[in-house]
């Protein structure tokens, strides 16, 4: 994976440096790590690599450590803590306050209906509310169609820590071409394996049997740390998967 262009905190962005998409008509969306200051200005409130998508004229600040910011929309893992009257208490990450996560926030759930989850419960779940003044709130259904689209409770397999930046080359569209994440394409043609990823830093893998999902986890997380190449991964996909 190619190099970010390294920006610093309170250092404008040069228009030079910002996408270009095919469509001058579509606006630009300003992502995480970064901050628009009228009329033109736009400066990193974090370091890090600048990351553009031409495509949907979007860019943000990609920080490989650091600490996770909820933002709206944004895709996480979360552990239940406690429970309230009306809501789930969530940890998103050591460093935020507990997210609320309502009881109605769940797909075909009423007021008698309430799910059932205990404390270390694991649910995957999408930001809905974030903003410095207000706790962060999360929920596990699409409210313009009530439907879940594969968020809520995860039973079984293991969960392991990522960086940020390893959490957003997982979720692109095609993370093994734009991420540079090969090494799951590798191990998949053997080991077939479900897996969440949170923006968080979270991903969560469950496999047939302790072994084998552990080497998946292990695989990303050692892709991450050592900051593996395709070939590198391709090396270390096939050692992991004769020791199994």
Same mark, same amino acid.
């Given at each position: 994976?190619?190099?970010?262009?390294?920006?610093?905190?309170?250092?404008?962005?040069?228009?030079?440096?910002?996408?270009?998409?095919?469509?001058?008509?579509?606006?630009?969306?300003?992502?995480?790590?970064?901050?628009?200051?009228?009329?033109?200005?736009?400066?990193?409130?974090?370091?890090?690599?600048?990351?553009?998508?031409?495509?949907?004229? %979007?860019?943000?600040?990609?920080?490989?450590?650091? &600490?996770?910011?909820?933002?709206? /929309?944004? $895709? @996480?893992? =979360?552990? +239940?803590?406690?429970?309230?009257?009306?809501?789930?208490?969530?940890?998103?990450?050591?460093?935020?306050?507990?997210?609320?996560?309502?009881?109605? %926030?769940?797909?075909?759930?009423?007021?008698?209906? &309430?799910?059932?989850?205990?404390? /270390?419960? $694991? @649910?995957? =779940?999408? +930001?809905?509310?974030?903003?410095?003044?207000?706790?962060?709130?999360?929920?596990?259904?699409?409210?313009?169609?009530?439907?879940?689209?594969?968020?809520?409770?995860?039973?079984?397999?293991?969960?392991?820590?990522?960086?940020?930046?390893?959490?957003?080359?997982?979720?692109?569209?095609?993370?093994?071409?734009?991420?540079?994440?090969?090494?799951?394409?590798?191990?998949?043609?053997?080991?077939?394996?479900?897996?969440?990823?949170?923006?968080?830093?979270?991903?969560?893998?469950?496999?047939?049997?302790?072994?084998?999902?552990?080497?998946?986890?292990?695989?990303?997380?050692?892709?991450?740390?050592?900051?593996?190449?395709?070939?590198?991964?391709?090396?270390?996909?096939?050692?992991?998967?004769?020791?199994?």
């Amino acid at each position: 994976m190619a190099p970010l262009p390294l920006v610093l905190p309170g250092d404008p962005i040069a228009p030079g440096a910002l996408p270009t998409p095919a469509n001058p008509s579509v606006p630009l969306k300003v992502g995480p790590g970064l901050r628009y200051l009228p009329p033109d200005t736009i400066v990193p409130v974090v370091a890090g690599g600048l990351c553009i998508d031409h495509r949907k004229n %979007a860019v943000w600040v990609e920080g490989t450590g650091g &600490r996770y910011i909820p933002t709206v /929309g944004d $895709l @996480v893992l =979360a552990t +239940v803590h406690h429970s309230t009257s009306d809501s789930f208490s969530c940890s998103i990450s050591p460093h935020t306050p507990f997210a609320s996560l309502p009881y109605l %926030a769940f797909a075909g759930v009423t007021r008698k209906t &309430r799910p059932q989850f205990s404390p /270390g419960s $694991l @649910v995957y =779940a999408r +930001v809905s509310l974030a903003n410095k003044h207000m706790d962060p709130e999360i929920e596990c259904v699409n409210p313009a169609t009530g439907k879940s689209d594969g968020l809520g409770g995860l039973t079984g397999g293991m969960l392991f820590d990522v960086s940020l930046g390893m959490s957003r080359r997982l979720m692109m569209p095609n993370p093994s071409v734009q991420g540079s994440v090969v090494v799951l394409d590798e191990i998949a043609e053997k080991v077939p394996f479900e897996m969440a990823v949170g923006r968080n830093g979270r991903i969560w893998v469950d496999a047939e049997g302790i072994a084998k999902t552990l080497a998946v986890g292990r695989a990303i997380q050692e892709t991450d740390k050592e900051n593996l190449g395709v070939d590198e991964q391709r090396k270390l996909a096939k050692k992991l998967l004769k020791g199994l």
